[in-house]
């Protein structure tokens, strides 16, 4: 089978690019499906929106990442990609993990803009009237479109004499998304890099205001808690963002590039939950709880509220 995005360069690459995706794709979905639960299980995890954020954050990678588990799972069981017929499911499942991913990259941006306030006023002020909804809105709102732009834009590949009337189909021979490589950059990309830079913008001005001491004790805790998810995003998309470029200039494949691009991406549900784990002293003494005292039991007093009350 030869790739028709330029990017692996045998069948054998492919299977092993392929297995590494699916578990580590399964990895992803388990660890974000303990965030959720913890979330949904625990009303000490609902009191502000960043926790609402991380949530999301997390249902949108079971989302994303159970769409590739569907895409590799079929080609590991097929030795291909969705054939001619199921052209119209692979791109609508291209333009779900797009816009899936799209919102994921915007709930980070959602999670530093909220950071920033806390920094500037407090964690125990209120955000802006209506901030939370107005936002939720406006992600939906640009991802659905930038989403939906594929739809609009042919795709044609000269060499292979390839033409479609929309972008969307198989990438690297692999899973379903946009085929069209400079419309990757532009509608993917590009919003990708402007979320991080303003993230990083304001992990400089905490990094800063840390060092100066301009933080009590308690907004120091709340902000350390969820710095490290918008960084977590950056690395995670780093080596996929040097290989769509390479891409998209027609350079020549690198196996070990593709390989670490297709481990790191699904990674980031699994860093998210432990940053989760670890940063939450309420969560880790539930992790404790729940390995030393009967599970029903346990519940029982988290829906009577004993637990909530001891911390």
């Not at 209120?126 to 732009?149: R, W």
Request: charged share 15%.
């Amino acid at each position: 089978m030869s790739s028709t995005d330029g990017n692996i360069s045998s069948e054998d690459n492919i299977t092993t690019i392929a297995n590494y995706f699916l578990y580590l794709s399964i990895l992803s979905v388990v660890s974000s499906v303990i965030i959720c639960f913890f979330y949904l299980s625990f009303k000490k995890m609902r009191e502000d929106f960043i926790s609402l954020l991380i949530f999301l954050l997390a249902f949108l990678d079971i989302l994303s990442w159970g769409n590739i588990i569907i895409t590799t799972s079929y080609y590991l069981k097929n030795n291909q990609t969705f054939d001619k017929e199921s052209e119209e499911f692979c791109s609508f499942l291209g333009f779900f993990w797009n816009l899936t991913e799209l919102l994921n990259f915007g709930v980070t941006f959602l999670i530093s803009v909220t950071l920033y306030l806390f920094m500037m006023s407090g964690p125990r002020q209120a955000l802006p009237k209506n901030y939370k909804i107005y936002m939720l809105i406006g992600l939906f709102t640009i991802s659905l479109i930038l989403s939906m732009v594929p739809y609009w834009v042919p795709y044609e590949n000269k060499n292979d004499h390839i033409y479609s009337p929309i972008s969307y189909g198989i990438v690297d021979d692999l899973k379903c998304w946009i085929s069209n490589k400079s419309l990757r950059i532009v509608i993917f990309y590009i919003p990708l890099w402007i979320i991080i830079i303003i993230n990083g913008i304001v992990m400089i001005v905490f990094i800063n205001k840390l060092f100066l001491g301009m933080f009590d004790q308690f907004r120091k805790d709340n902000l350390l808690r969820f710095i490290l998810y918008p960084l977590i995003m950056t690395i995670c998309y780093f080596i996929s963002t040097i290989v769509r470029i390479r891409q998209a200039f027609d350079m020549p494949d690198d196996f070990r590039l593709t390989l670490s691009m297709y481990i790191l991406m699904p990674l980031q549900g699994l860093f998210n939950a432990i940053v989760y784990g670890s940063s939450e002293l309420f969560i880790k003494e539930k992790i404790k709880a729940l390995f030393c005292c009967n599970f029903k039991k346990f519940m029982e007093k988290e829906a009577n509220g004993k637990l909530i009350d001891e911390n």
